[in-house]
């Protein structure tokens, strides 16, 4: 037996007993074994198009079970017929340790909307001959993908008659790669959106067939956003899949990236650059970057802690996870007169900036401790002074 077909061995082994269960919850929503519902998959049901859809992570979950709403309809063209996801990884404390990881959120919604067991495919890589031949038999229409998280070769993209389109959280060609929403939040844009593209081999660059923009007012954090551009692509998708059914939308007639601009890049984050630099950077800056990393990799500072009187202190590193940008007239002091210190107030820290303005934390976490509001960790700081601390001055 290949490595292939005992992965999905595996993964079959671990869905069914997960589902079969009494109150076992899969996914994000719990389901009895007798609830689990048909979903709209039939090997060679009649004349409806076959859609193959691939992706990972949670927000990839909520975009299949649109689409498969979608495919439940009465008068739907298509099914859905089968799903791919990455191999499941551990998660939570102790996992690696308990037997196999689970199945990724998608490969467990599937199983949970009724897709056959035989019919998800966890490939560790796209271009494994075993499971690009499965798709080859299956003969599907069009392929779709959202954050599946593997390079797709040239032998995948050949294999669907009206190709594959992919869900990208940005208004491409802006933010190409693995980071858009991170990245477009970072940069301070005031607009964003959600692109649904053919999939060519060069990554996030074939021509769009819809383009969604969504307005920013300055505080939208990652984590947050992206789940809801995510649901926006999924149905700019379902909404142009009758085009693409009956032919009258193709990869000849979407519109070519060059027609919006300039392509920019989005690179993968890393904890790297999760430092905040207080001195060198303004308060602006600084908060588009607690902004585009929040949940990952997150955002953190150094302060010296000083007791009242005492003559050394100690260096303390917090996450930073909420803040807001104030002015001078906001804090009631000029940052560049507060030389570094930060001012503790009842609700929050402000935390003077390079720029001569202040960034305001409203919440934050702690070494060894739980998120908490800032004014609450001030409240604990009363007989201490707070003192920004750059990156390499404690080393």
């Not at 939308?249 to 904890?271: I, L």
């Not at 600084?286 to 000083?306: D, I, Q, S, Y």
């Amino acid at each position: 037996m290949s490595s292939f077909a005992l992965r999905s061995t595996a993964i079959r082994g671990y869905l069914t007993r997960t589902l079969r269960r009494p109150g076992a919850v899969v996914g994000p929503r719990p389901v009895l074994a007798s609830a689990v519902r048909p979903a709209a998959v039939a090997a060679g049901s009649g004349d409806k198009k076959k859609l193959v859809f691939l992706g990972t992570p949670e927000v990839a979950a909520s975009a299949l079970e649109a689409i498969l709403d979608a495919a439940e309809a009465p008068d739907s063209a298509f099914e859905v017929h089968a799903v791919v996801s990455q191999p499941g990884r551990p998660r939570g404390r102790g996992r690696s340790k308990s037997g196999p990881p689970p199945p990724s959120p998608v490969a467990e919604a599937a199983m949970r909307r009724g897709i056959p067991e035989d019919m998800v495919l966890c490939p560790v890589k796209a271009n494994e001959p075993d499971f690009l031949q499965r798709l080859r038999d299956m003969e599907p229409d069009l392929m779709v993908t959202a954050a599946y998280g593997n390079f797709l070769p040239q032998k995948f993209l050949d294999i669907p008659r009206l190709g594959t389109l992919n869900i990208h959280p940005s208004l491409l060609p802006q933010f190409r790669g693995a980071a858009p929403v991170q990245r477009c939040l970072e940069r301070g844009d005031a607009v964003t959106g959600v692109s649904v593209a053919y999939t060519v081999l060069k990554m996030d660059a074939g021509p769009v067939l819809r383009r969604v923009e969504h307005e920013l007012n300055g505080d939208e954090k990652h984590d947050e956003l992206l789940p809801e551009l995510f649901a926006t692509g999924a149905k700019a998708l379902v909404d142009a899949l009758p085009s693409v059914w009956d032919g009258t939308e193709s990869f000849d007639t979407a519109t070519p990236q060059a027609e919006y601009g300039d392509a920019c890049e989005a690179p993968k984050t890393s904890p790297e650059e999760a430092s905040m630099d207080f001195i060198g950077q303004n308060a602006r800056t600084l908060h588009n970057k607690v902004r585009g990393f929040a949940g990952w990799p997150g955002t953190k500072a150094k302060f010296e802690v000083r007791k009242d009187g005492s003559d050394e202190g100690t260096v303390v590193e917090v996450k930073i996870i909420t803040t807001k940008v104030v002015s001078d007239s906001e804090a009631g002091k000029e940052a560049k007169a507060a030389n570094g210190a930060v001012e503790l107030t009842k609700n929050s820290m402000r935390v003077p900036c390079g720029g001569g303005d202040w960034l305001e934390v409203l919440e934050l976490q702690p070494p060894g401790k739980k998120a908490m509001k800032a004014g609450d960790y001030a409240n604990g700081m009363k007989g201490s002074t707070l003192t920004v601390v750059s990156y390499g001055d404690d080393e």
